[in-house]
C-alpha cells in the first residue's frame, strides 16, 4: 500500500462527514442558502491567497525546474480558473463577486491558512504537499460523488461547480491523482518520524476541510468580533 492510499484510507471518516455536511448536501439539491454561499465564497477567495502563497514557498524549496514549472502553473490555475467555481455559486445567490474579495478572515479561514504557511516556512516538501493535497482532494472527491448521485446535472443550479470539480484536471490524470503522486514519490526516501509528522499534517488539513464547510454553513465569526478582525 502507497503511502497516499495510507493516508486516504485514514481520513475516510472525515469524508463521509464531509459528504453528509449540510453545506454539501445543499450543494447536491440545489438548496444552498444564499448566506451561507456569501460567506463560502469570501473566505473561500481569502483561503486560496494562502494556497497561492504555499505554492511560491514549495518552489522555493524545489529541485528540479519540472517541480518549479509544475507549482508555477498552479499557481496561475488558482488564480484564474478557481473563479470559475465561485462564479457559479454568486450566479445562484445573486451575488458579485467582485464585492466578495474584500472582508476579514473568519476564525477557521485564519487557522486553516496558519496550518499551510507553516509546513511552507518550517516543513519540508513532503510537509507541504501532505498539507495542500486534502483541499483539491476532497473537492474531487465530492464532485464525483454528487455527479454519482446525480443521474443528470441538466438544469441544476449548480452544474457548473459540481463538474469543475467533479473532473478537476486532465483526462488522464486529475489534479489530485498528481499531487499524491508527487506525494508518494518523496515518501520514498523519508524516515518514519518525517512520514508520521506528515499524516499528521495531512489529516489535520483534512479536518480544516470539514470545518470550513461547517463554519461557512453557520457563519462563523470571531466571538468579539468588533475587537478582532483579521486580513
Known sequence: MTFSDQLKQKAEPILQEIYQHPFVK??????LPKEAIKFYVQQDFLYLNAFVKIYAQAITKSTTREDMDFFQEQIHFTLHSETIAHQNL???AHLSLDQLKDGALAPTTFMYQQHMLEQGRDGTMLDILAGLI?????????????????????????????EFYGKYG???????????????EKAQGATKNELNHAEKVFLKSCELEWRFWEMSFYQEDWKFNSLIKIH
Open 134 to 162: 486534502p483541499c483539491p482532494w476532497t473537492y474531487w472527491e465530492i464532485g464525483k460523488h454528487i455527479m454519482n448521485r446525480t443521474p443528470s446535472l441538466e438544469g441544476h443550479p449548480f452544474r457548473d461547480w459540481i
Open 26 to 31: 445543499g450543494i447536491e439539491d440545489g438548496t
Open 170 to 184: 486532465s483526462e488522464d490524470m486529475t489534479f489530485a491523482e498528481e499531487l499524491f503522486r508527487r506525494l508518494d
Open 90 to 92: 454568486c450566479q445562484v
